[in-house]
């Protein structure tokens, strides 16, 4: 899977659970809510103040070494 900033939140968890991870150091502790898992990366990292093509470049790093 290769990810960008418009994919949901909740597409990559469903992918591969592991990516949780990179939420939560962001500060995005509610995965489970449906709001949360119906946002694009993109959506994500505004609220969270977090560089969104970082963050689509690590998680696309991480699921190339799977």
């Known amino acids: 899977m290769q990810i960008d900033k418009t994919t949901t939140i ?3 968890l ?3 659970r592991e ?3 990179f939420f ?3 500060g995005m502790h509610c ?3 449906p709001a ?3 946002e694009t990366v993109e959506q994500a990292c ?3 103040g977090v560089d969104a093509d970082e963050l689509v470049k690590n998680i696309n790093e991480f699921l190339a070494s799977k």
């Open 24 to 26: 939560l150091n962001m």
């Open 19 to 21: 990516t949780a991870t």
């Open 14 to 16: 469903d992918y591969n």
């Open 36 to 38: 949360s898992r119906g």
């Open 46 to 48: 505004l609220v969270h």
């Open 31 to 33: 995965l489970g809510c």
């Open 10 to 12: 909740g597409d990559i």
